[in-house]
């Protein structure tokens, strides 16, 4: 096997690759060898039929999958001999097709992993800290139970519409005559007060009965209340036509002794109190680590310069781009808001995207270093971990993973985890 090197820009590089013609007839031969044992062909016992009507009935078939298994065979061991380490599929280009008794020429380029330095990573440091749950921290939890539980009573026909009060209503709106499905909806249960809805709709709806219909144009505001976050109708003028079925007023349970049996196995107040105050510390101790992995990985990159392959990158920045299309999309935005969006994002995508590539190869390297290896119970925490956030059963999480040809890189994944793991307990150790 002859090999060539060339290298291109950054880290790309282009192999020459040429498999001896000796090589390719012993590929040939035991490959139709295999089909001649199975083959059955008209005039002759199956097995029986000769070689040269084997290849001449096989051959437009089988020949892309020989040059196929030949050239990955080949590659690898070039790869191999080479010491190289693609970070996607190479890009493969034949000089001619496979001729029995001839050699076989192809090219691969790709970019291959920058070199990997480790200067500096054991000496991060954090300090311990002690979570507690203050009064105020109980109180939110409470108050945010207590408007889960809050039932809805039917109010007097004649009680107008007003702060604390629930409307049941029909809205539809219209932009120049035609009608929007993201402003519209039948039975919409509307709390009144609470920011639930634009101002221009709250103030035109204030004062309704049951039984009364109104139409009015509402200016939708560009951003989201209390968010960065575009409005899908920012800057727009909606049409309403609202019809209000009933207007109900909440019945709120007092927090006491009974209300913390309705809310779970808890036989009075304090009991709830101390679930919530576990459950208050335990969010707090989940932000902390957040925060500090993040400074971690920060310190990480800073003190340990490489080069993110730009393959990689590129990936990462898709795979961030279909992630925020989707939450756009979800929060009703039009394709070309969409868009837009994304245009304005792209810059912070990159630099995300840069910084994501290189703590997992960073990590990576750590992990092999330190021979941080990943066992089952290390699988078992992720897959529970995954399961609670997407509330799907772990098997399930598995073999959609085995579909999707994605273990690989979650067990890459939780090997990286293990890693910074590893610096963290040596940070506060």
């Given at each position: 096997m002859k090999v060539e090197i060339e290298n291109l820009n950054g880290h790309f590089k282009k192999l020459t690759v040429e498999i001896p013609a000796?090589?390719?007839?012993?590929?040939?031969?035991?490959?139709?060898?295999?089909?001649q044992g199975q083959a059955t062909i008209k005039g002759?016992?199956?097995?029986?039929?000769?070689?040269?009507?084997?290849?001449?009935?096989?051959?437009?078939?089988?020949m892309p999958r020989i040059t196929q298994d030949l050239v990955n065979e080949f590659l690898n061991k070039a790869i191999i001999d080479q010491k190289l380490s693609p970070v996607a599929n190479p890009q493969i280009n034949l000089d001619s097709g496979i001729i029995d008794g001839a050699s076989l020429k192809f090219t691969a380029e790709f970019e291959n992993l920058?070199?990997?330095?480790?200067?500096?990573?054991?000496?991060?440091?954090?300090?311990?800290?002690?979570?507690?749950?203050?009064?105020?921290?109980?109180?939110?939890?409470?108050?945010?139970?207590?408007?889960?539980?809050?039932?809805?009573?039917?109010?007097?026909?004649?009680?107008?519409?007003?702060?604390?009060?629930?409307a049941k209503m029909d809205y539809v709106g219209t932009e120049a005559g035609e009608k929007l499905s993201s402003a519209s909806?039948?039975?919409?249960?509307?709390?009144?007060?609470?920011?639930?809805?634009?101002?221009?709709?709250?103030?035109?709806?204030?004062?309704?009965?049951?039984?009364?219909?109104?139409?009015?144009?509402?200016?939708?505001?560009?951003?989201?209340?209390?968010?960065?976050?575009p409005h899908p109708l920012g800057g727009k003028t909606i049409h309403?036509?609202?019809?209000?079925?009933?207007?109900?007023?909440?019945?709120?349970?007092?927090?006491?002794?009974?209300?913390?049996?309705?809310?779970?196995?808890?036989?009075?107040?304090?009991?709830?109190?101390?679930?919530?105050?576990?459950?208050?510390?335990?969010?707090?101790?989940?932000?902390?680590?957040q925060e500090i992995q993040e400074k971690a990985i920060e310190w990480l990159i800073q003190k340990n310069p490489i080069d993110a392959p730009e393959t990689l990158v590129n990936q990462q920045i898709q795979n961030l781009a279909i992630e925020a299309g989707m939450q756009l999309q979800n929060m009703g935005l039009a394709q070309d808001q969409i868009e837009t969006r994304l245009k304005e994002w792209e810059k912070e995508m990159t630099e995300r995207a840069n910084n994501q590539v290189k703590s997992s190869l960073l990590l990576g390297a750590i992990a092999k270093e330190q021979k941080i290896q990943v066992g089952d119970e290390d699988i078992r925490k992720e897959l529970g971990?995954?399961?609670?956030?997407?509330?799907?059963?772990?098997?399930?999480?598995?073999?959609?993973?085995?579909?999707?040809?994605?273990i690989p890189g979650f067990m890459r994944q939780v090997q990286e985890m293990k890693a910074l793991e590893w610096i963290l307990e040596k940070a506060m150790s």
């Open positions: 000796e090589d390719v007839s012993k590929k040939l031969e035991s490959h139709f060898k295999k089909i002759f016992r199956k097995g029986k039929a000769p070689m040269n009507m084997i290849r001449e009935s096989y051959a437009q078939q089988e920058p070199p990997i330095e480790l200067k500096e990573y054991e000496s991060f440091k954090a300090e311990k800290q002690e979570f507690k749950a203050e009064e105020s921290d109980i109180q939110d939890t409470l108050n945010r139970i207590q408007q889960q539980m809050t039932t809805l009573k039917k109010a007097d026909e004649n009680l107008a519409i007003d702060a604390g009060l629930v909806q039948d039975d919409a249960f509307v709390e009144i007060g609470n920011g639930q809805l634009v101002e221009g709709f709250e103030t035109a709806v204030k004062g309704l009965k049951a039984g009364d219909e109104k139409e009015f144009d509402v200016k939708f505001p560009e951003k989201q209340e209390g968010s960065d976050e309403f036509k609202v019809k209000i079925k009933e207007v109900h007023e909440k019945e709120v349970p007092a927090i006491d002794d009974e209300f913390a049996k309705k809310a779970g196995p808890f036989e009075n107040l304090d009991q709830l109190k101390e679930a919530v105050s576990k459950e208050v510390v335990g969010q707090k101790k989940q932000k902390f680590k971990r995954m399961a609670s956030q997407t509330r799907k059963d772990p098997q399930e999480i598995v073999k959609d993973m085995q579909d999707k040809n994605m």
